[in-house]
């Protein structure tokens, strides 16, 4: 059946040394006062995990590395190399096209940095063969670069649950999901002493352009914060990030779940027990899916890209403690016009807050800074923060989360609650994370609220 002709995209991420800036410390939530201007510094030395996470993780470190069912896994290359090791440098026609896409939007000096890992899961020989014939008469260079590798995997001595022939499977959908764990786990088996990272893409998308570095310089904002899954699709499976040396224990977790459990479901759960309670996803998407890809809804529900229109910025103040310039106001940079907040000199634990004049359920947060000329004038090292509860006299929030660290420069991300969080923000705070000598423009704050009937 067609429903086997399975194959999974993997691109791994060898190093980020030709990427690279200095990275900021960790930070993740802490409650200040704007008068308290040295907590604020006090807190960005500090590495604050809580309790509950630190239990999640120890819980989580006696899981077994390595499921038993793996230890006897079998592979066959069946186009390729593999990298001897890890370089310290920067459906049928749907894989064709997923794989066509991926090397044209990226340049050469983007490949040099990635390995693209393609997995072929159907057993047929017929259709095995037939398929890394139609790899290899397209990317035989890209084959004998080292940067693409083909290859089937099976777990030898283990009957493969979910197998077409199983009569005990219930519903149809069982069978997927227990073949399709089993075929990632084979994937992400394979795929652990590859790269630093680990992105998954499935046979049916298309990529934008430079997705790579798109990737790598996000990467290169949250390497020393803590993170588990790093998100740039809404689609279930392709366009997650991980750390390889996560893999172990992702694919132990997906084998010891019932078959009937939907893989993109045990992800969201993967990331809570490693104690990142909301997704990291950022605005814009770098993944599409082909139109023509027809899949099983009812087994593989594919979340549609949110159309978010301009952004709504409710009715806000704000204040900052950065040099202000005679007749430049803060009120500036949350404008939506052309109008700017520039300043001078920004120091270590300067801030920028918006201060929503009621609670909003916020979805969406962008911030610029800098001129429409790449690398002028825009705030090097820094992160938005979201705020609760709003202190008197119009001081900002008493609480404070992180939302993300800009990315050279700017920020684009999606906004999630958590379960036990109230779902609407009251503040929206730039912290300047390093001094720097010279100006600073914050271009634009913009906001995307969800409306009040789908609240």
């Not at 793996?70 to 920067?90: C, D, F, I, S, T």
Request: proline share 5%.
């Amino acid at each position: 059946m067609a429903l086997w002709k399975y194959s999974v995209v993997v691109v791994s991420f060898i190093s980020l040394s030709l990427f690279l800036l200095d990275n900021e410390k960790e930070h993740l939530e802490y409650s200040i006062s704007l008068e308290e201007k040295e907590k604020v510094l006090q807190q960005l030395d500090q590495e604050q995990i809580s309790s509950e996470s630190k239990n999640y993780m120890e819980t989580f470190k006696k899981m077994q590395i390595n499921s038993p069912m793996l230890q006897h896994a079998n592979y066959k290359v069946l186009a390729g190399a593999p990298p001897q090791e890890k370089m310290q440098r920067p459906h049928g026609s749907t894989l064709l096209r997923t794989l066509q896409s991926l090397f044209e939007a990226s340049s050469e000096p983007e490949l040099n940095c990635i390995v693209v890992l393609v997995h072929l899961s159907d057993p047929d020989p017929q259709w095995l063969s037939q398929t890394v014939t139609n790899i290899s008469g397209l990317f035989q260079p890209r084959i004998e670069a080292q940067k693409l590798l083909v290859i089937h995997g099976h777990l030898g001595g283990s009957p493969v649950p979910g197998d077409l022939g199983s009569a005990n499977d219930s519903s149809p959908c069982e069978a997927v999901y227990s073949r399709q764990k089993v075929n990632y786990a084979l994937l992400m088996n394979f795929a652990l002493s590859l790269s630093e990272y680990f992105l998954m893409i499935e046979d049916h998308v298309y990529c934008t352009p430079n997705f790579v570095s798109t990737i790598y310089w996000a990467l290169s904002a949250w390497k020393e914060r803590p993170w588990v899954i790093l998100e740039f699709s809404s689609l279930s499976f392709s366009g997650k990030v991980f750390h390889s040396s996560d893999l172990s224990r992702l694919t132990t977790f997906l084998l010891l779940f019932p078959k009937d459990t939907p893989t993109h479901l045990l992800l969201s759960e993967f990331r809570l027990l490693l104690a990142q309670h909301v997704p990291i996803r950022f605005g814009s998407s770098i993944f599409y899916p082909m139109s023509s890809y027809s899949a099983e809804e009812t087994c593989f529900p594919v979340e549609k890209e949110m159309v978010f229109g301009e952004p709504d910025n409710p009715i806000a103040s704000v204040l900052t403690d950065m040099t202000t310039i005679s007749d430049v106001i803060p009120q500036y940079a949350y404008v939506l016009n052309d109008e700017c907040y520039s300043t001078f000199d920004p120091l270590r634990g300067n801030y920028l807050t918006v201060i929503l004049e009621r609670p909003q359920k916020v979805i969406r947060i962008q911030v610029l800074t800098g001129s429409n000329k790449e690398g002028l004038y825009w705030l090097h090292q820094g992160q938005i923060e979201l705020g609760y509860n709003t202190l008197e006299h119009s001081e900002g929030c008493a609480r404070y989360t992180l939302l993300g660290p800009l990315v050279r420069g700017n920020l684009d991300q999606r906004v999630f609650y958590g379960e036990d969080t109230v779902e609407e923000l009251s503040c929206i705070r730039l912290l300047v994370l390093a001094s720097q000598d010279s100006w600073l423009l914050i271009r634009q704050i913009r906001v995307w609220t969800q409306p009040e009937e789908e609240s």
